[in-house]
């Protein structure tokens, strides 16, 4: 028996605010959701790929990935204010008589990140893996600088990081940012803390080409220039 299983797990609810129907709109004659099921099925160490959805065009990719895993998601579990959390939980107790929870991995691939590809979750993983973690996240280097960002307090403007004294860019501490392309949970530990980021959340550092995230029309763009 295998010490260590890894799920592919790709939400994918019907509702979208940023972009109508973004899951499924067509991105260099593909789905935007196929890149995700792609990469996840060439991933030389995800065992088996799910997709969780309340939309039917989804569902009926099944016809197309037949080793693809496609259920229908829970209708209290789909809406706009539902938490990414609670949807791994129910996912977990859906197969935890499967599975040794201790032993199973879930790979987190939103589809939101097409450029993510599957050597970069193969590398996550085999991170994973080599420091013994529990939790993983992916991160890059955000577009602007924390220490540059100010927002608007009771009409006043106050900066995001009080800074002693005025520096240089170069000399700013190093930040990164949740790039949301993969998470990597133990089951067993997730269903205790319930959160993705924790005190003991391990950084898997991706490049910022990999790393965009398709909320609004202007990324949209930006992707289609890139692929």
Not at 32 to 54: A, G, H, P, W
Not at 57 to 78: A, M
Not at 102 to 108: A, G, R, S
């Amino acid at each position: 028996m295998k010490k260590n299983f890894f799920l592919g797990f790709i939400p994918a609810r019907k509702g979208s605010q940023g972009i109508k129907n973004k899951n499924i709109i067509l991105l260099k004659k593909k789905k935007l959701i196929e890149y995700s099921i792609k990469s996840s099925l060439e991933s030389r160490l995800i065992d088996q790929t799910f997709v969780s959805t309340d939309d039917q065009r989804i569902l009926n990719l099944s016809n197309t990935f037949k080793k693809v895993n496609f259920y229908k998601r829970l209708k209290s579990l789909s809406s706009s204010k539902s938490l990414m959390k609670d949807v791994i939980i129910n996912f977990i107790n859906q197969h935890k008589r499967n599975y040794s929870l201790n032993n199973l991995n879930i790979v987190v691939l939103q589809p939101t990140s097409p450029l993510r590809n599957s050597k970069d979750i193969d590398d996550a993983i085999s991170f994973f893996l080599k420091k013994k973690a529990k939790f993983l996240v992916s991160v890059s280097d955000p577009m602007s600088h924390p220490e540059d960002i100010v927002f608007e307090n009771k009409k006043k403007v106050s900066k995001l990081i009080l800074s002693q004294k005025e520096k240089n860019r170069q000399n700013f501490k190093k930040f990164y940012y949740i790039n949301g392309s993969i998470f990597i949970i133990n089951a067993s530990s997730f269903l205790k803390s319930k959160k993705f980021v924790n005190k003991n959340t391990l950084l898997f550092k991706m490049k910022k080409k990999h790393s965009i995230e398709i909320d609004d029309l202007i990324d949209l763009k930006l992707v289609k220039a890139l692929i």
